[in-house]
Protein backbone atom coordinates (compact mmCIF):
# COMPACT_ATOMS: atom_id res chain seq x y z
CA UNK A 1 0.00 0.00 0.00
CA UNK A 2 1.25 3.26 -0.94
CA UNK A 3 1.88 5.96 2.01
CA UNK A 4 -0.76 9.21 2.44
CA UNK A 5 1.35 10.98 4.69
CA UNK A 6 4.29 11.48 1.67
CA UNK A 7 1.25 12.32 -0.51
CA UNK A 8 -1.57 14.96 1.41
CA UNK A 9 0.03 18.35 2.41
CA UNK A 10 1.36 18.92 5.75
CA UNK A 11 -2.23 20.29 7.17
CA UNK A 12 -3.21 16.92 6.57
CA UNK A 13 -3.11 14.03 9.60
CA UNK A 14 -3.65 10.82 8.57
CA UNK A 15 -4.20 8.28 12.02
CA UNK A 16 -3.65 5.19 11.54
CA UNK A 17 -2.62 2.72 8.35
CA UNK A 18 -5.10 3.84 5.94
CA UNK A 19 -5.58 2.16 2.42
CA UNK A 20 -6.85 2.36 -0.49
CA UNK A 21 -9.45 -0.45 -2.44
CA UNK A 22 -10.27 -0.70 -6.13
CA UNK A 23 -14.00 0.98 -6.72
CA UNK A 24 -15.77 1.17 -10.27
CA UNK A 25 -15.87 5.16 -9.68
CA UNK A 26 -13.08 7.82 -11.29
CA UNK A 27 -10.39 7.61 -10.27
CA UNK A 28 -10.93 3.92 -9.28
CA UNK A 29 -10.00 3.75 -5.86
CA UNK A 30 -11.31 4.88 -2.34
CA UNK A 31 -9.73 5.30 0.88
CA UNK A 32 -10.30 2.27 3.01
CA UNK A 33 -11.11 2.70 7.13
CA UNK A 34 -10.48 -0.15 9.72
CA UNK A 35 -13.02 1.25 11.70
CA UNK A 36 -10.86 1.36 14.58
CA UNK A 37 -7.98 3.75 14.27
CA UNK A 38 -8.14 5.45 11.12
CA UNK A 39 -9.05 8.96 9.82
CA UNK A 40 -7.79 12.11 8.51
CA UNK A 41 -7.28 14.82 10.73
CA UNK A 42 -7.05 18.35 8.95
CA UNK A 43 -5.63 21.52 11.29
CA UNK A 44 -8.27 24.10 12.19
CA UNK A 45 -8.80 26.61 9.30
CA UNK A 46 -11.26 29.50 8.66
CA UNK A 47 -11.87 27.36 5.25
CA UNK A 48 -14.29 25.55 7.78
CA UNK A 49 -15.71 28.30 9.79
CA UNK A 50 -19.17 28.01 7.73
CA UNK A 51 -20.80 30.78 9.66
CA UNK A 52 -24.26 32.39 8.09
CA UNK A 53 -23.93 31.22 4.58
CA UNK A 54 -24.60 28.37 2.22
CA UNK A 55 -22.48 25.40 2.83
CA UNK A 56 -22.58 21.91 1.56
CA UNK A 57 -20.58 18.64 3.03
CA UNK A 58 -21.44 15.84 0.63
CA UNK A 59 -19.39 12.30 0.17
CA UNK A 60 -19.49 8.57 -1.11
CA UNK A 61 -19.69 6.17 1.50
CA UNK A 62 -19.40 2.13 1.60
CA UNK A 63 -19.13 1.05 5.07
CA UNK A 64 -18.70 -2.81 6.77
CA UNK A 65 -18.65 -1.36 10.17
CA UNK A 66 -21.98 -1.31 12.57
CA UNK A 67 -22.94 1.09 15.22
CA UNK A 68 -22.90 4.90 15.16
CA UNK A 69 -20.10 5.89 13.05
CA UNK A 70 -18.71 8.87 12.40
CA UNK A 71 -18.30 10.70 8.48
CA UNK A 72 -16.85 13.80 9.37
CA UNK A 73 -17.03 15.96 12.09
CA UNK A 74 -15.12 18.74 14.06
CA UNK A 75 -15.14 19.10 18.26
CA UNK A 76 -13.96 22.41 20.76
CA UNK A 77 -15.46 20.47 23.60
CA UNK A 78 -18.49 18.80 24.90
CA UNK A 79 -21.01 22.07 24.21
CA UNK A 80 -19.40 23.31 21.09
CA UNK A 81 -18.81 20.35 18.02
CA UNK A 82 -20.74 19.31 14.60
CA UNK A 83 -20.98 15.89 13.48
CA UNK A 84 -22.25 13.35 10.28
CA UNK A 85 -22.44 10.28 11.67
CA UNK A 86 -24.07 7.00 10.36
CA UNK A 87 -25.55 3.67 11.76
CA UNK A 88 -25.68 0.86 8.91
CA UNK A 89 -28.39 -1.67 9.02
CA UNK A 90 -31.55 -2.21 7.57
CA UNK A 91 -33.44 -0.06 9.75
CA UNK A 92 -31.18 2.80 9.58
CA UNK A 93 -30.24 5.84 11.19
CA UNK A 94 -28.64 9.43 9.24
CA UNK A 95 -27.54 12.23 11.90
CA UNK A 96 -26.11 15.96 11.00
CA UNK A 97 -25.99 17.92 14.53
CA UNK A 98 -24.03 20.54 16.01
CA UNK A 99 -24.00 22.02 18.94
CA UNK A 100 -23.29 25.51 20.03
CA UNK A 101 -22.65 26.93 23.60
CA UNK A 102 -24.47 23.90 24.84
CA UNK A 103 -27.62 24.21 23.03
CA UNK A 104 -28.72 22.47 19.72
CA UNK A 105 -27.92 24.82 16.81
CA UNK A 106 -29.56 22.77 14.73
CA UNK A 107 -30.39 18.72 14.47
CA UNK A 108 -31.12 16.58 10.61
CA UNK A 109 -31.98 13.28 11.98
CA UNK A 110 -33.95 10.43 10.15
CA UNK A 111 -34.41 6.74 10.88
CA UNK A 112 -35.59 3.47 9.08
CA UNK A 113 -33.05 4.02 6.22
CA UNK A 114 -31.71 1.10 4.62
CA UNK A 115 -28.29 1.39 4.48
CA UNK A 116 -26.30 -1.65 3.42
CA UNK A 117 -22.73 -3.07 2.53
CA UNK A 118 -22.76 -0.78 -0.33
CA UNK A 119 -21.90 2.43 -2.30
CA UNK A 120 -24.23 5.43 -1.15
CA UNK A 121 -24.30 8.97 -1.23
CA UNK A 122 -24.79 11.85 1.21
CA UNK A 123 -25.15 15.24 1.42
CA UNK A 124 -25.66 17.88 3.84
CA UNK A 125 -26.98 21.38 2.56
CA UNK A 126 -27.30 24.78 3.65
CA UNK A 127 -29.20 26.95 1.85
CA UNK A 128 -30.15 30.55 3.21
CA UNK A 129 -31.98 29.54 6.51
CA UNK A 130 -33.05 26.20 4.72
CA UNK A 131 -31.03 22.70 5.91
CA UNK A 132 -31.22 20.02 3.92
CA UNK A 133 -30.18 16.29 4.61
CA UNK A 134 -29.70 13.81 1.16
CA UNK A 135 -29.10 10.21 0.81
CA UNK A 136 -28.81 8.63 -2.43
CA UNK A 137 -29.95 11.99 -4.42
CA UNK A 138 -33.46 12.38 -1.97
CA UNK A 139 -33.96 14.48 0.33
CA UNK A 140 -34.99 13.10 3.41
CA UNK A 141 -34.99 15.84 6.23
CA UNK A 142 -35.83 19.77 5.35
CA UNK A 143 -35.60 21.90 8.38
CA UNK A 144 -35.31 25.71 9.02
CA UNK A 145 -33.15 27.44 10.76
CA UNK A 146 -31.22 30.97 10.95
CA UNK A 147 -28.11 32.12 12.91
CA UNK A 148 -24.18 32.15 12.25
CA UNK A 149 -22.45 29.53 13.62
CA UNK A 150 -19.41 29.45 15.72
CA UNK A 151 -16.18 28.72 14.74
CA UNK A 152 -14.94 25.78 16.10
CA UNK A 153 -11.33 25.76 17.22
CA UNK A 154 -10.55 21.90 16.95
CA UNK A 155 -9.31 19.84 13.79
CA UNK A 156 -12.12 18.83 11.14
CA UNK A 157 -11.59 14.91 10.86
CA UNK A 158 -12.99 12.72 7.85
CA UNK A 159 -13.98 9.11 9.38
CA UNK A 160 -14.31 9.94 12.80
CA UNK A 161 -14.66 12.69 15.63
CA UNK A 162 -11.07 14.20 16.96
CA UNK A 163 -11.74 14.58 21.11
CA UNK A 164 -8.09 15.51 21.62
CA UNK A 165 -4.71 15.02 20.43
CA UNK A 166 -4.74 11.80 20.71
CA UNK A 167 -8.13 10.60 21.77
CA UNK A 168 -11.06 9.84 18.73
CA UNK A 169 -14.59 8.28 18.65
CA UNK A 170 -16.83 7.15 15.93
CA UNK A 171 -14.44 5.21 13.92
CA UNK A 172 -16.02 4.78 10.64
CA UNK A 173 -15.56 0.95 8.69
CA UNK A 174 -15.35 0.63 5.47
CA UNK A 175 -14.35 3.26 2.40
CA UNK A 176 -15.08 6.61 1.64
CA UNK A 177 -14.36 8.42 -1.77
CA UNK A 178 -14.71 11.97 -2.90
CA UNK A 179 -15.21 13.68 0.28
CA UNK A 180 -15.73 17.66 -0.15
CA UNK A 181 -16.75 20.58 1.94
CA UNK A 182 -17.59 23.59 -0.07
CA UNK A 183 -17.92 27.41 1.86
CA UNK A 184 -20.44 29.40 0.03
CA UNK A 185 -22.18 27.32 -2.07
CA UNK A 186 -25.26 24.84 -1.88
CA UNK A 187 -25.21 22.48 -4.91
CA UNK A 188 -27.94 20.36 -4.40
CA UNK A 189 -31.55 21.68 -3.84
CA UNK A 190 -33.72 19.40 -5.29
CA UNK A 191 -34.11 15.29 -6.09
CA UNK A 192 -31.48 13.53 -8.49
CA UNK A 193 -32.45 10.94 -10.91
CA UNK A 194 -29.07 9.48 -11.40
CA UNK A 195 -28.51 6.01 -9.99
CA UNK A 196 -26.82 5.38 -6.67
CA UNK A 197 -25.56 2.09 -6.75
CA UNK A 198 -21.92 3.15 -7.56
CA UNK A 199 -20.03 5.90 -7.25
CA UNK A 200 -20.94 7.43 -11.12
CA UNK A 201 -20.90 11.05 -10.17
CA UNK A 202 -17.32 12.19 -9.24
CA UNK A 203 -17.02 15.71 -7.43
CA UNK A 204 -15.38 18.31 -8.25
CA UNK A 205 -14.17 21.26 -7.32
CA UNK A 206 -15.69 24.99 -7.53
CA UNK A 207 -13.93 28.14 -5.75
CA UNK A 208 -15.55 27.43 -3.04
CA UNK A 209 -14.31 24.12 -2.73
CA UNK A 210 -12.02 23.52 0.97
CA UNK A 211 -11.67 20.21 1.24
CA UNK A 212 -12.09 17.51 -1.58
CA UNK A 213 -10.22 13.92 -0.69
CA UNK A 214 -9.54 11.48 -3.41
CA UNK A 215 -7.08 9.07 -2.78
CA UNK A 216 -3.52 9.66 -4.13
CA UNK A 217 -3.65 6.77 -6.17
CA UNK A 218 -5.94 8.54 -8.68
CA UNK A 219 -5.32 10.17 -11.62
CA UNK A 220 -5.08 13.35 -11.73
CA UNK A 221 -3.83 14.02 -8.51
CA UNK A 222 -5.71 14.79 -5.54
CA UNK A 223 -6.68 18.94 -5.86
CA UNK A 224 -5.57 20.90 -3.42
CA UNK A 225 -7.75 23.85 -2.56
Known sequence: WEDLKSVYD???AVIG???KT????VPGSSIALNGSK??????DSDDWNLGSGDFTIDTWFNPTAEGNITLCGQ????NNFMELTVSPGTDGAISFSIKAGGANFVALQTR???????WHHIAVVRSGNSWNLYFNGTNLVSKAGSGSLPDFTGPFSVGALKLTSTVASGFFGGSIDGFRLVKGSA?????WTT??????????ADANTKILLYPPWSTPPLPKQ
Do not use: C, H, M
Not at 112 to 118: F, L, R
Open 10 to 12: SNT
Open 17 to 19: EIQ
Open 22 to 25: VTPT
Open 38 to 43: DYLSLA
Open 75 to 78: YADY
Open 112 to 118: GVYIDNS
Open 187 to 191: LWTND
Open 195 to 204: SFTTPKIRQN
